[in-house]
């Protein structure tokens, strides 16, 4: 098909129109980028359903609020006790603070037992600017400490304003960083620096379509974003664009080894990587929708926010990137443009496959087909001893202080409220409890293990704590009164949330409605949903992946087969990082979603490479028979797979430039695991595996019931490795 035949509205008129159309989308979509901290929040109680306990106890606790505020807490520490002088510094700093108008009344100077440190407790409006108030807070109390001493801003406010904080550059340097490895491995693998532009503007076009949806359903209700989603959709649009743009960009070079009409090569190659580039995506979006059964928001939210990402990485992969490489033709390839081959060249009888292979994939090839049975053996055994690494991983949750990796005001705050006083100070467990049972309730809770102190609170926050002035009656709502225990250990210790099981309990067995709430009971919660998820989540995506599977490949056990590996390299990613988690980077633990996120991304991401790599092998398979046709597969996807492999292990890993201990964790699993799914899972296992079954991996299709003779040992006389 030459030049002259080809309508010019095919040829310039729909591209051209295609590539008006996303550069619009992008012109509104990348200023709505800096708009996303309008829609956002970071606040844990608000990734609970509706149903936890805390949850319900918070919403109580609201009803004996006058105003929205959290406390922060400012503890400034000496070495030696306080001298009256110095005391009288610190009422001085006590003014300070107020003259701030940050809140409601500030409490304190409050002293330790020692002396050695005093604490304030300086309730602030919860909204928007809530970092940039904590900042002028710090301002004030930090140059404003006595001669010698130290102070901090900790509490709820400081850690919430840190993390924040250390989520802030995930509209800018995680892009940057993300952006930069892709383009450098794609300038290495293609030689070209038009191509790598080509397919990061796909990329980041897409992106700026996700961001608008993203937008619009958080404007509008639907979803609760939050800064770990945000950031998991930069990396996750720009990894699978950047996949589905390499899988096109491979057919289209292909293509254009047969023809030397542009249009003609984009709509073969369009034609060649539309189903298995639809059905990848598909796969992905309906694995992250899965997270819809969560029962908590947080994962709800990442469900819809990823699977847009996902839908305007495919729609761009096939729209975009298509129109592009119709308006450049080879140009795109500069300077090593594919050449037209002659017709001999183009589709050799082979009885092996192994003729397409050069330099690294013929060796792979060479060694599937000699001993297929060894290879897929030895590689589950090694996946399975990786796999043993999974009895390490500690995924029960972290202490808030320790999410943050980088250096942290609140973090070293809430060190130096542990050594002087109650380490539960200034976040105290909240009991929600019936007014008739109230001194009941509280002799309960002053007697439970891990409770420091504890007093009912009257109208305004106040204590009763039965001292001369202090009210006397607690403050009422609907028949409930309010509780506060002070912990012995810090509100997000491990030794708090036990001390929190045990309260619970303890105050049932006098008031069977009686709830028990905040910052520990919310971790708490969000820890024992996020383990539910787990185990409902993981079969709902391994049944609608395996049906994907199915409907694609006209097969039963290849599907089964293809969803096995990638379970099983999943369970060795896991086992891998776990012992990297603990020995290496010596992390206290892992957020319990972490398996959850990392399974739902490896098991889908790796379903990707086992459907580019099956569909070229069923349709070579289709022509030359099952066995060659897997060395043809394998050979002609080799490259394309394993680049791809690599640009997404490099977007996660970008993941790791923000000091988040959930976001680093991710980037490790998802990296790793990828490569591991890509170099040994895609190029040695299932190629093995299938060869060694032949014919047999079609069943039912009629495919399976082509004769299947024995492999065919590659022959001395062929071209040496890298002909």
């Keep these: 098909m030459n030049s002259q035949k080809v309508p010019f509205w095919l040829r310039w008129l729909i591209p051209v129109v295609l590539v008006i ?25 608000s990734f609970l359903p509706a149903g936890a306990e805390a949850t319900e106890a918070g919403d109580w606790q609201a009803k004996f609020r006058d105003s929205e505020e959290i406390p922060a807490i400012v503890i400034v520490e000496s070495d030696a006790s306080f001298t009256p002088a110095q005391l009288g510094e610190a009422a001085q700093l006590k003014a300070d603070i107020e003259a701030l108008k940050l809140g409601s009344a500030v409490v304190g100077p409050i002293p330790s037992q020692g002396g050695k440190a005093i604490q304030f407790v300086v309730p602030m409006a919860s909204s928007d600017e809530l970092r940039e108030k904590v900042q002028e807070l710090r301002d004030v109390v930090q140059p404003g400490a006595p001669d010698g001493m130290k102070a901090f801003v900790t ?65 509008a209700g639907w979803i609760q974003l939050n800064g770990q989603s945000q950031g998991i959709l930069s990396i996750l649009v720009i990894g699978a664009a950047t996949d589905y743009a390499l899988l096109f960009v491979a057919r289209f070079r292909e293509a254009l080894t047969h023809t030397t009409n542009r249009t003609q090569a984009v709509i073969t ?25 969560s029962d908590l928001n947080s994962n709800k939210a990442l469900g819809p926010v990823a699977a847009a990402g996902i839908l305007c990485s495919l729609f761009a992969a096939l729209t975009l990137l298509p129109a592009l490489m119709a308006l450049l033709g080879r140009a795109v390839f500069w300077p090593f443009s594919p050449k037209l081959l002659p017709d001999d060249e183009r589709e050799p009888e082979i009885v092996t496959g192994l003729e397409w292979q050069k330099g690294l994939w013929r060796a792979t090839g060479r060694l599937v087909s000699k001993r297929p049975r060894v290879v897929w053996v030895a590689s589950v055994l090694l996946l399975l001893a990786a796999s043993t690494g999974l009895m390490q991983l500690k995924a029960n949750g972290v202490p808030q202080t320790d999410v943050i990796l980088s250096a ?4 070293d705050g809430q060190e130096a409220l542990a050594r002087h006083f109650d380490a539960g100070s200034g976040s105290p467990a909240v009991v929600v409890a019936s007014q008739g049972s109230a001194q009941q309730v509280l002799d309960k809770v002053k007697a439970a293990d891990g409770v420091g102190d504890a007093y009912l609170l009257a109208d305004g926050n106040v204590p009763i704590t039965g001292a001369p002035g202090t009210p006397a009656d607690p403050a009422v709502r609907d028949g409930r009164v309010l509780i506060n225990a002070t912990l012995n250990s810090a509100a997000d210790s491990i030794e708090a949330e036990g001390a929190v099981k045990s309260l619970r309990l303890a105050v049932k067995e006098v008031d069977a409605d009686a709830l028990v709430g905040g910052v520990t009971a919310t971790a708490l919660d969000t820890n024992t949903t996020a383990q539910r998820d787990l185990v409902v989540i993981i079969p709902i995506v391994l049944v609608v992946i395996l049906f994907i ?25 896991m086992g891998v990082s776990a012992w990297v988690f603990n020995g290496v980077f010596g992390f206290s633990g892992a957020d319990a979603t972490v398996p959850l996120f990392g399974f739902v991304f490896l098991v889908a991401l790796g379903v990707d490479y ?69 170099v040994l899972v895609r190029s040695l296992l299932v190629p093995a595996l299938a060869y060694d079954i032949g014919s047999k991996i079609w069943w039912p299709h009629k495919l399976a019931r082509e004769s299947s003779p024995a492999p065919v040992e590659p022959r001395e006389e062929e071209a040496p490795v890298g002909r």
């Design 155 to 219: 509490g709820p406010a400081g850690l919430t304003a840190d993390l924040v904080n250390a989520f802030g550059g995930i509209d800018g340097i995680l892009l940057l960083v993300a952006l930069g490895a892709v383009f450098v491995i794609l300038l290495l693998v293609y030689r070209s620096v038009v191509l790598p532009i080509a397919v990061l503007l796909t990329s980041v076009f897409a992106l700026c379509a996700a961001i608008l949806l993203v937008f619009g359903m958080a404007k």
């Design 21 to 45: 159309t996303w550069l619009g989308i992008a012109g509104i979509g990348g200023p709505t980028f800096g708009r996303l901290e309008e829609v956002s929040s970071n606040d844990q109680a």
């Design 408 to 411: 942290s005001d609140a973090v």
């Design 610 to 678: 086992n459907i580019f790599l099956m569909s070229r092998v069923r349709e070579e398979s289709l022509r030359h028979g099952t066995r060659p046709g897997i060395l043809r597969g394998l050979a002609v996807t080799g490259g394309v797979i394993t680049s791809a492999g690599v640009v997404l292990a490099a977007t996660f890993a970008a993941l790791g430039v923000i000091p988040i201990m959930f976001l680093v964790q991710l980037a490790f699993i998802v990296a790793f695991g990828v490569l591991l799914d890509t």
């Design 269 to 293: 190659a369009w034609k060649a990587s539309f189903e298995p580039i639809l059905a990848s995506g598909a796969t992905v979006i309906i694995a992250l929708l899965c997270l819809l059964f």
């Design 549 to 573: 599977l199915m409907l694609l490949l006209r097969s039963v056990v290849a599907p089964v087969l293809l969803v096995l590996s990638v379970v099983l390299s999943y369970g060795a990613a």
